[in-house]
């Protein structure tokens, strides 16, 4: 089993800076592929990040790439999703996710294993 508890998140202004932390409990951490997610209520959850068990490879959407940094530590066994110019259409509830076991990185929310309960990023204008 792995425990995904993100934190981090919070009400900011427009161009605002954030960094989020996921913490996993357990013992494969770093045989686990990880990624974010966000979601808004009435829309289907959308991919932000993904990282590679080593942290080697990193994939981001057009939407957030050269604003949004995803990393690891596996000695922490956490991940950071850290994110600059924050605009409105930033705000979600951020996810955390595991793939149990990958050397790959994915993109679909469906294939993932594990995740957190979320952590609330409000940008005001």
């Known amino acids: 089993q792995v425990q995904l508890v993100e934190s981090g998140g919070g009400l900011v202004q427009a161009g605002a800076s954030l960094r989020l932390s996921c913490a996993a409990s357990?013992?494969?951490?770093?045989?686990?592929?990880m990624a974010w997610f966000r979601q808004t209520p009435g829309k289907e959850r959308e991919f932000v990040a993904t990282i590679s068990q080593n942290g080697g490879t990193t994939y981001y959407p057009d939407s957030v790439k050269g604003r949004f940094t995803i990393s690891r530590d596996n000695t922490k066994s956490t991940v950071y999703l850290e994110m600059s110019s924050l605009t409105p259409g930033d705000t979600a509830v951020y996810y955390c996710a595991a793939k149990l076991y990958s050397s790959a990185t994915f993109t679909r929310a469906e294939v993932y294993d594990y995740w957190g309960q979320g952590t609330q990023v409000t940008v005001s204008s």
């Open positions: 357990g013992r494969t951490f770093s045989r686990c592929a």
